[in-house]
């Protein structure tokens, strides 16, 4: 699974180096790879846990990315940018990542349409007794006997 779109790899990818290595013929230093790496890390990747898009917290993440590279690169200097990235986008951790990312969402939906019906059963007149009752049931129709658990206290942690 990828995170970015076609957006981000028409702006980083160029055609044809979807299985390129970092050329070895760059003038980038190993360190000043691994700092770009570092700042890809820390403002454009956090975004792929929520489908990049290039709206202005997109723009200003890849902004930052920019910024920090070193002036007058060349195309193999590019390249080498490139591969980078696409080394970050590929590995396995950011597999994992993606799919704990969504988990995570389809949980949050899951919880929102459970909210949505738990709160007519709070405005409903109903004593204490009865509502614990039905939003118990509740429960059990959205989540499965092994998810009852966190999904109570997932529930609480919201109060």
């Known amino acids: 699974m990828l995170f970015a779109g076609p957006a981000f790899h028409r702006l980083f990818f160029r055609p044809g180096s979807e299985n390129a290595a970092a050329p070895s013929d760059s003038s980038l230093q190993e360190a000043e790879l691994e700092h770009l790496s570092d700042v890809f890390l820390n403002s454009v990747y956090p975004l792929f846990q929520y489908d990049f898009q290039l709206n202005r917290e997109g723009r200003s993440a890849i902004h930052v990315f920019v910024a920090s590279m070193p002036d007058d690169l060349s195309r193999e200097d590019l390249d080498a940018i490139s591969a980078m990235i696409k080394t970050q986008l590929l590995s396995p951790e950011a597999e994992e990542q993606a799919e704990l990312a969504d988990i995570e969402r389809a949980w949050e939906r899951r919880y929102e349409r459970f909210l949505a019906e738990k709160q007519v059963i709070d405005r409903a007149g109903l004593d204490q007794t009865e509502k ?28």
């Open 132 to 159: 614990d009752k039905q939003i118990e049931s509740l429960l059990r129709q959205h989540y499965t006997p092994q998810e009852l658990e966190a999904a109570r206290a997932f529930d609480q942690s919201r109060k």
